[in-house]
């Protein structure tokens, strides 16, 4: 199956400060990029769909200076969390498709806590 | 917009029994695919088993399968012959199909939590 591979897997940072997390697809070009939040025991809530070449579209309520998302390649995507406060912490996921999978393949997740 | 429902936060079966989990949905399409993906504790979200929503023949992956049943809007994952390596969080999911562009985003449910008694 399609790799998706997403870096760093824990990241701890200070607030006031910006983490970069990055979504790479290894084996396929990734049309679409689309990055989720998951808070503990809850469900997957998607942030925003990304494809390469354009601006991201984000969901309601998704502050999108705070949130960055760049997908300037067909196998990379990053989020940026900017001015990163306590409450930005959570597990953030990446998935990618391309034009000719049914599926989304997802990336290992990252934990980013703000301290 | 589309909404999909599991109406079951934890279940549990023991070992080499089966299982099922249940999944509903709300949508006014008529083509569109159903997914029930696997979380275990790593986080990785793994892809169980797929169903396109035009296919009436129920998805079948080894020891998963799936009870869609369109009319009702319901789509249940069957777990045969369950293992430990079964015991995880499972989300059932909807996408609208290849034809609507822009809306390609992938709708979980809340999650059913699945734990194997040894």
């Known amino acids: 199956g399609a790799v998706v591979s997403q870096h760093p897997s824990w990241v701890i940072c200070k607030s006031g400060t910006s983490v970069k997390i990055e979504c790479r697809s290894l084996d396929f070009q990734a049309t679409t990029m689309f990055w989720y939040r998951q808070f503990p025991k809850q469900s997957l809530m998607l942030m925003a769909t990304s494809n390469e070449g354009s601006k991201a579209t984000y969901e309601q309520g998704v502050e999108k200076d705070k949130f960055l998302i760049n997908h300037a390649s067909l196998t990379l995507s990053t989020l940026t969390v900017t001015s990163a406060h306590p409450e930005d912490s959570s597990f953030y996921i990446c998935?990618?498709?391309?034009?000719?999978?049914?599926?989304?393949?997802f990336g290992q997740g990252t934990r980013l806590t703000v301290v | 917009a589309q909404t999909v429902t599991q109406s079951q936060p934890e279940m549990s079966v023991q070992e080499a029994e089966t299982v099922t989990l249940s999944c509903t949905y709300d949508t006014s399409e008529s083509d569109y695919y159903l997914f029930w993906y696997k979380q275990p504790p790593s986080r990785q979200m793994i892809l169980v088993i797929r169903q396109e929503a035009y296919k009436q023949q129920n998805a079948t992956e080894n020891r998963f399968s799936v009870n869609f049943q369109k009319a009702a809007k319901s789509f249940s994952l069957k777990i045969s012959d369950s293992q430990l390596g079964d015991a995880a969080m499972y989300f059932c999911?909807?996408?609208?199909?290849?034809?609507?562009?822009?809306?390609?985003?992938?709708?979980f449910g809340t999650g059913t939590r699945l734990t194997i008694i040894p």
């Open positions: 999911a909807y996408r609208s199909s290849w034809m609507n562009f822009g809306n390609e985003k992938l709708t």
């Open positions: 998935s990618a498709r391309s034009t000719s999978n049914t599926e989304a393949f």
